[in-house]
């Protein structure tokens, strides 16, 4: 099914629980997340699709072979009415932070948005992203 979302608006809702993108097609609007105690995360054009982080940051590569790194993964899912009644994930990999940095969370808002701008435009998230210190989504 086709879907314009060339004239969508940006992000309208920013942070929420209870989804305006869900409610709009009828759906449950609560947004349940893996792990509940972190802050919430979430983006959506009330319309068109919204997009959660699904769970807390985590070191990267998770296996404690690799060693420490500057690295941490998060999880975000996402749901686009391109592909009605499918919730997607979409992993980002931080580079040049760490799981207990301070402004971890501001780099996940700032990911957020440039995922956002990216389901605005396609519609559609690639499953691995890599973001690195003062630069796009690669």
Known sequence: MPVDCSAAAPAAYRNFN???HCAS????MLLG????????ISRSDGQHFHL????????YPLEK????????????????????????SC????????TNHPSLYRKIESVADLLTDELLREGNLADVY????????A
């Open 130 to 137: 890599e973001y690195f210190e003062d630069a796009a989504i």
């Open 33 to 40: 997340r893996l792990s509940e105690g972190l802050p919430m």
């Open 25 to 28: 097609l009828g759906q449950q």
């Open 18 to 20: 209870l989804c305006p």
């Open 65 to 88: 072979s690799a060693g420490p790194t500057k690295k941490v993964s998060v999880c975000f899912w996402y749901s686009h009415v391109r592909r009605p009644k499918c919730t997607l």
């Open 91 to 98: 992993i980002v990999i931080l580079s040049g932070t760490r």
């Open 52 to 59: 959660l982080l699904a769970d807390r940051p985590l070191p």
